[in-house]
């Protein structure tokens, strides 16, 4: 049987625009919210009867947002 598994995370991110003019809402550090969603598509695993384990996934997705995007790094 072929399933479609969907998985959500959220992570924060800041920036600034150093290039706008000094009183411009943009050029102080601020910070926007970003969901992003995983979708994993594929046969189910007979013996385990599921496609794929969300540990999985979130093994793989986490460290990418935590190091690469969050601001908090």
């Given at each position: 049987m072929?399933?479609?598994l969907?998985?959500?995370?959220?992570?924060?991110?800041?920036?600034?625009?150093?290039?706008v003019?000094?009183?411009?809402?943009?050029?102080?550090?601020?910070?926007?919210?970003?969901?992003v969603e995983?979708?994993?598509?594929?046969?189910v695993?007979?013996r385990?009867?599921?496609l794929?384990?969300?540990?999985?996934?979130?093994?793989?997705?986490?460290?990418?947002?935590?190091?690469e995007?969050?601001?908090?790094?």
């Amino acid at each position: 049987m072929n399933v479609e598994l969907t998985r959500e995370y959220t992570f924060e991110a800041a920036h600034r625009l150093p290039r706008v003019p000094p009183d411009h809402k943009c050029a102080r550090m601020h910070g926007h919210s970003f969901r992003v969603e995983v979708c994993v598509t594929g046969e189910v695993d007979e013996r385990m009867g599921w496609l794929i384990d969300f540990a999985e996934i979130t093994a793989v997705v986490e460290p990418l947002l935590r190091n690469e995007l969050d601001h908090r790094r």
